[in-house]
């Protein structure tokens, strides 16, 4: 969890990636950003998200992103 | 045929009458009725086109649900003898029989697209590339409206479908009626299965209140396609037919003039869209949300048309930019050039790749093609240029300061609006060239030496469309305060709403642009 809350605060630094579950919704992350995260994650944690994984539900909340990866590592 | 012809009101008067008359049940049908009558009488050999891609799209995904059947009761038969790498193995095969279906329906109906929109395109470029003139001769071909429109629509369906994150229709001719859905048929939204699905088969029961705010919506979009949008492109061909004459601060005056323009007869179409949609309680997917309060590009584009933004970021942008095949040029790009440009690739890449299409998929012309790309340009700019805003904002703490933000959507505006003028000019070219004048031709003179009023606007035309700016201004101030539009507000006032609506159809009876002899103009993005 600590790598990518690494990930996400060299997006975005001003961000309490803790509580904010609206990330998407209030468009604190754009189609750019979330691009660079799974670029990333494919990288650190050699897990691929695939586009049909790229819904708002997934990328809301860093606690919703790590389940993905965490269930994308284990399928 | 036109929003704004009689044909198309009259059509849209009796099916408001006959909608509410019939059970619910057999509305939707009603629907898919009016809907094929509109495009027969724009030309019933359009019908060969819309039916091809209906027929297609419905077998393409009816196969991949009988897939779907088949898969899940042999997997629920075999529970118990498969391993989990056999179940895996097998769900594999399934979704690369679904990508084919998905595949084939793909290329057959982005394929009667390219031919019908493209091939002309081609042999031009052909013939200047071999400089033989007309040695392949044009082919003449039809064009059916709206074609990028419904087919981009009918696509998200069948990828979807593939995808599993919609569910097959068995009934061809609900399939039909989302394809062909007639006052989305010209110009969009690009609407969405799963958002038009829940609404257009209801048949809702009829509701004065809905009925009232769409009617509403229908008014708003024809004052301003009418009032405005056809009143203003008299003056926009003049300016632009002309280059000659009219450069300097006259193609500013085109660039702002054809901004107002494209805005009013663009949202006014989906507002006409959208309210008849209201009018028979179905709910179509917004298309703009106050774009020209945006501060800067990528919020523009967030903005503005959002139902083709979406479609090129949800079909095009993700799958490319996560493709194995972009990730692995990420990986060997960091190796070689470091994290910095590494990370941007897969970024840069596909965004380059989305508005290449984007412009390809505007018009069959270079001048489309420049557009697209002169977007991608200005976004990558902003993208590489923000650490640097970030710093200079936070030095002058401008980020809160109104007048910064008023800066901010200003400059947004203008820059659109330079790079929407390769709309304009004959080619790639001219319009740099027109472009260009504008910053060492200071002939300010001009606008007050009676030119103004020779562009086939008189001086009392001017009043309208500045009256008319100052009303959308003050509503899309509303809406961008608010949170809301104004209809919201109206809502449950029936003397006063009815008073507003009463206003707005005297206003474009009296103002509308016609006359003797007047044929309205086409919605600018028909020709998309």
């Not at chain 2, 489309?368 to 700019?381: R, S």
């Not at chain 2, 650490?387 to 200003?410: Q, T």
Request: hydrophobic share 45%.
């Amino acid at each position: 969890m600590d790598e990518l809350l690494e990930i996400l605060n060299e997006l975005h630094s001003d961000v309490d990636y803790g509580t904010c579950e609206t990330l998407i919704d209030d468009k604190i992350l754009d189609s750019f950003d979330i691009i660079t995260i799974v670029t990333e994650v494919n990288e650190r944690f050699d897990v691929k998200i695939p586009a049909t994984e790229l819904v708002p539900e997934n990328f809301n909340s860093a606690k919703a992103l790590w389940a993905l990866i965490e269930r994308l590592d284990e399928a | 045929m036109l929003f704004t012809s009689y044909k198309f009101i009259e059509l849209v008067l009796c099916l408001f009458a006959a909608y509410y008359i019939v059970p619910r049940r057999v509305r939707w049908p009603l629907l898919l009725v009016f809907s094929y009558v509109f495009y027969w009488l724009c030309d019933p050999k359009y019908l060969i086109f819309i039916g091809t891609t209906t027929v297609t799209a419905w077998g393409a995904t009816v196969l991949m649900g009988r897939a779907d059947a088949k898969a899940e009761a042999y997997l629920k038969a075999n529970k118990e003898n498969m391993t989990k790498d056999e179940r895996k193995a097998y769900k594999k095969r399934l979704a690369s029989r679904k990508k084919l279906f998905m595949v084939l329906c793909l290329l057959l109906n982005l394929g009667i697209l390219a031919v019908t929109k493209y091939t002309n395109f081609v042999i031009a470029n052909i013939n200047t590339f071999l400089s033989k003139g007309n040695a392949i001769r044009a082919v003449d071909l039809i064009i059916p409206m709206g074609i990028s429109f419904y087919t981009f629509q009918t696509m998200s369906y069948v990828i979807d479908c593939a995808r599993g994150t919609c569910r097959p229709e068995k009934n061809p001719f609900k399939v039909a009626l989302f394809v062909s859905f007639f006052p989305q048929l010209v110009q969009g939204p690009i609407s969405r299965w799963n958002d038009l699905s829940k609404t257009l088969f209801e048949g809702k029961p009829f509701n004065a209140s809905d009925f009232g705010s769409g009617l509403m919506r229908i008014l708003w979009g024809y004052f301003k396609k009418v009032v405005i949008a056809d009143r203003i492109i008299t003056g926009v061909t003049m300016l632009i037919s002309y280059p000659q004459i009219y450069t300097g601060v006259f193609v500013f005056c085109a660039m702002m003039f054809y901004a107002f323009e494209l805005y009013c007869d663009f949202t006014g179409g989906i507002d006409i869209t959208i309210g008849i949609a209201e009018c028979l309680g179905i709910k179509v997917t917004e298309n703009f949300n106050l774009p020209y309060f945006s501060k800067n590009i990528k919020e523009y584009w967030n903005r503005w048309h959002i139902t083709m933004g979406t479609w090129f970021t949800d079909y095009i942008f993700y799958p490319l930019s996560v493709s194995p095949k972009m990730l692995d040029l990420s990986k060997r790009s960091r190796q070689k050039f470091g994290n910095g440009v590494g990370k941007r690739i897969p970024v840069y890449t596909s965004c380059f790749l989305v508005w290449l299409t984007t412009g390809i998929w505007h018009g069959a012309a270079w001048n489309f093609i420049v557009w697209g790309l002169m977007n991608f340009v200005v976004i990558m700019a902003s993208q590489e240029l923000e650490p640097l805003y970030a710093k200079f904002h936070g030095r002058f703490g401008l980020k809160e300061k109104s007048g910064y933000k008023v800066f901010e959507i200003i400059r947004t505006i203008l820059l659109m609006s330079m790079i929407r003028m390769f709309d304009c000019y004959r080619d790639v070219p001219l319009t740099f060239k027109m472009v260009g004048t504008m910053f060492y031709k200071f002939n300010f003179n001009r606008l007050t030496d009676g030119s103004l009023l020779k562009l086939g606007l008189s001086a009392s035309d001017y009043y309208v469309l500045l009256a008319g700016l100052v009303i959308v201004f003050s509503v899309s101030l509303y809406k961008a305060r608010k949170g809301t539009d104004i209809r919201s507000a109206l809502r449950g006032k029936t003397a006063l709403a009815g008073f507003v609506m009463a206003v707005l159809f005297a206003v474009i009876i009296v103002f509308g642009a016609y006359g003797d002899g007047y044929d309205s103009s086409q919605f600018i993005y028909n020709q998309f």
